[in-house]
């Protein structure tokens, strides 16, 4: 109408785009072969032969038509019998029209007839550097073929040197759904010139040719995102559904870090708005983004091995969308793609990151993301405690691994486990941590997800499988929560997790915590005090706890108070407060301290440290408790403090503090019997160390705290000196208090 353009095809367009689809271009071959010029034809006529598997249909030539040649006619027949869409064209317009060389129509020769018929044809002009359609019409018969597409591939062909093609088509028409399958992408709406003022849908498909506004790449100092629909609605809009979450972390928190990019495609997703002025505000900050141009063979390239790697092609729109984002983000080089799309994660993740290298990630995990890239080392699995176990931050790439700890058996909800996992992520520049355990076998068998809320570590995620080591397992990530709430600078703990898994409830109420109704709570106080400290710094902390969990904790509360009461200043009640509230150290407490040296082997063995090439076994790596074997007798009684001097050239360190829970004088036998699986020593080696009685000595530790910087031997020499303590390195030595305290803010600096 009025020179709009249109294109006639119904429904059956699906069945056209279907022989020529990306999906199909393995099984189809396409033979274009250039031949002089013909009759009074303009231009070149161009022989394409299709191959449908078991479906031949000939052999259709796309040519120039003249008004002087025999299939003007046909053309403008065609054309006058979809006239009431396309609207009244002047027979002078036609004849202009194919005297300049600007009607391209699809020709059948009828196999053993010697006729010939028009099968679609596309009228166009070339205004300025563009190709503009005025018709593009495919006869009902001939539909569901390829035609508009060969019509719409064969004019980018000719025209490659030119910007791109334009058309306009009414929004209200069926075929304004078509355009995108043939690579068009919705730029915007005008009103038509028609009285009843139908808007129109302005289409452009786009030759790749850079001008002012094209992408030329990010800035060295930040990192290139594509948002698709959904999170440009939540930045753009207020009908966004978690606008204020996406704005928070991609205009703030990441502001500096990023540069969000749009692809032609989103020009398609806002089209399908159906509000006028929401649609049209959308497009309008559209056209404010850089312009990512890619040209049509690099995009179908990409597009081909997305979908290979798939194993077939998307058909609903918004999958075709999801698809046609990630195929642009890697045909420019950009590496991740942001979506709250949960099932086109799920769908197209895995593919994408194979067949293209791009990571699709929620506006949570791009934060994760981020910090892959920048700081990869944080998310390379370390060796748990020096045994088989690793321990790593979860990556964009664990999903799968993360929602295999959803507690399905107990009815939880997918979509409420999935939130607090990317409310995890999008923290992860908080401090907040995802971790994964795995075993030998590579096995995740446990996820622990911690976040900072105040001066409280939140623990969201506390879920483990069952595996043959389970109950030491969650001995040991109970006794980890405590060393995470200090590296954090939390001074609480608090489980938030409403399926926990009940051995590591077990674990934590044996460690400890109290049983609050909301979950399980603890403390976790970071100093070295004096007795009359304790209390102030418990209430402290105390503070801030709900008043259901100060009553969940009310034991250590009353242990610490009953402090005050010098009567009370008994080793038991100092030794029950410090492993309460660990790693808190009550310098003058009345508490022995000994100082036991241990040979390197052995600490390496029972500790971790000093690291050696075999690393520890399993069980006695992630064990909580341990024990040492020695001949004689110092003296060592419970409850006390172990230090752990480790000697032999080349170490001679202070590296850790124990709790001495048990100490225990037997024949090697039984000794090695009871505690087999707590030691490093064999039979023999316990035997070798037996005294002229016959009998050995057992210490059994828990909670060893692992200094982060050892005391060395000569600073250790010093410190003793300036209090006046002599010092034996040979066997365990009882060691003051002050001492004790000095070597405490040493080893804590």
């Not at 890697?330 to 197209?348: E, F, I, M």
């Not at 176990?389 to 507690?407: K, Q």
């Not at 000697?647 to 048990?662: D, F, N, P, Q």
Request: with cysteine; net charge neutral; hydrophobic share 40%.
């Amino acid at each position: 109408m009025q020179g709009a353009s249109w294109d006639l095809f119904g429904a059956s367009w699906l069945r056209d785009l279907r022989i020529l689809s990306r999906r199909a271009q393995d099984a189809l071959r396409m033979r274009r072969v250039k031949e002089p010029p013909t009759g009074t034809s303009v231009g070149y006529t161009y022989r394409m032969t299709y191959v449908r598997p078991q479906t031949p249909i000939g052999t259709v030539a796309l040519v120039s038509v003249a008004a002087t040649d025999p299939e003007f006619e046909d053309v403008f027949a065609l054309g006058e019998s979809h006239k009431q869409i396309v609207g009244m064209l002047p027979r002078q317009a036609w004849q202009e029209y194919a005297d300049n060389g600007r009607i391209l129509a699809a020709i059948e020769t009828v196999a053993g007839s010697g006729t010939s018929r028009v099968l679609g044809y596309a009228a166009f002009r070339l205004p300025r550097q563009e190709v503009a359609l005025a018709h593009l019409i495919v006869a009902v018969e001939s539909r569901g073929r390829g035609i508009a597409r060969a019509l719409v591939d064969e004019l980018s062909r000719r025209y490659a040197g030119r910007r791109g093609i334009r058309a306009k088509c009414r929004r209200d028409y069926p075929a304004s759904s078509m355009w995108p399958e043939l690579g068009f992408v919705a730029q915007g709406d005008l009103p038509g010139r028609g009285a009843a003022g139908h808007s129109l849908t302005v289409w452009w498909r786009d030759h790749g040719h850079p001008d002012l506004m094209t992408w030329a790449g990010a800035p060295t100092s930040v990192t290139p995102a594509v948002i698709d629909a959904n999170i440009f609605i939540d930045l753009h809009s207020d009908h966004g559904s978690r606008h204020q979450l996406t704005r928070e972390l991609l205009l703030g928190t990441l502001a500096g870090r990023i540069e969000l990019l749009v692809t032609p495609e989103l020009g398609n997703e806002i089209n399908r708005q159906p509000d006028d002025s929401e649609r049209a505000h959308l497009q309008a900050i559209r056209q404010t983004y850089p312009i990512i141009q890619v040209p049509t063979d690099v995009f179908d390239q990409n597009h081909a091995a997305l979908v290979a790697e798939l194993g077939d092609e998307p058909r609903g729109r918004r999958d075709k969308s999801d698809v046609a984002h990630l195929v642009y983000a890697a045909s420019v080089g950009v590496q991740v793609v942001v979506t709250r799309d949960d099932a086109a994660r799920r769908k197209l993740s895995s593919a994408a990151a194979q067949a293209l290298g791009v990571t699709l990630v929620g506006p949570q995990e791009l934060v994760v993301w981020l910090d892959q890239e920048e700081s990869a080392e944080t998310y390379s699995p370390f060796a748990l405690l020096g045994t088989g176990f690793h321990v790593r931050e979860a990556g964009t790439a664990d999903h799968p691994v993360i929602n295999g700890f959803l507690d399905t058996g107990s009815g939880e909800r997918r979509f409420k486990f999935n939130n607090r996992v990317r409310t995890l992520a999008g923290h992860r520049t908080g401090g907040a941590h995802r971790l994964i355990f795995t075993s030998p076998a590579g096995d995740a068998v446990a996820l622990l997800g911690t976040d900072l809320v105040g001066r409280v570590l939140d623990v969201s995620i506390l879920r483990m499988a069952n595996f043959p080591l389970a109950n030491t397992m969650a001995a040991q990530i109970a006794s980890r929560l405590r060393p995470l709430a200090q590296a954090a600078g939390a001074c609480a703990i608090r489980v938030s997790d409403p399926n926990p898994h009940p051995l590591l409830i077990e674990a934590l109420l044996a460690d400890g915590f109290g049983s609050a109704p909301t979950g399980p709570v603890g403390m976790c106080i970071a100093a070295a005090c004096s007795t009359a400290e304790v209390n102030g710094l418990v209430e402290s902390v105390a503070s801030l706890l709900s008043d259901e969990e100060r009553a969940a904790l009310s034991g250590v509360l009353a242990l610490a108070a009953s402090l005050e009461d010098q009567h009370q200043d008994a080793p038991t009640v100092a030794a029950a407060i410090e492993r309460q509230l660990r790693a808190l150290r009550i310098v003058d407490a009345n508490l022995d301290t000994w100082l036991v040296p241990i040979k390197a082997p052995w600490a390496s063995q029972l500790f971790g440290v000093p690291r050696d090439l075999y690393g520890q076994d399993d069980h006695l790596g992630i064990s909580v408790e341990h024990v040492y074997y020695r001949g004689g007798r110092s003296g060592e009684a419970v409850p006390a403090r172990v230090l752990w001097y480790v000697s032999g050239a080349g170490h001679m360190t202070v590296i850790g503090c124990s709790e001495l829970v048990e100490v225990r004088d037997d024949t090697p036998e039984r000794l090695h019997r009871k505690f087999r699986r707590l030691g490093v020593w064999g039979l023999d080696e316990v035997r070798a160390v037996a005294g002229r009685t016959g009998n050995v000595r057992a210490l059994r530790v828990i909670n060893t705290e692992l200094f982060t910087s050892g005391v060395p031997l000569s600073k250790l020499r010093i410190l003793a000196a300036e209090v006046g303590q002599s010092l034996s390195l040979v066997s365990p030595k009882r060691i003051s208090a002050e001492l004790f305290r000095r070597l405490m803010t040493e080893a804590r600096k």
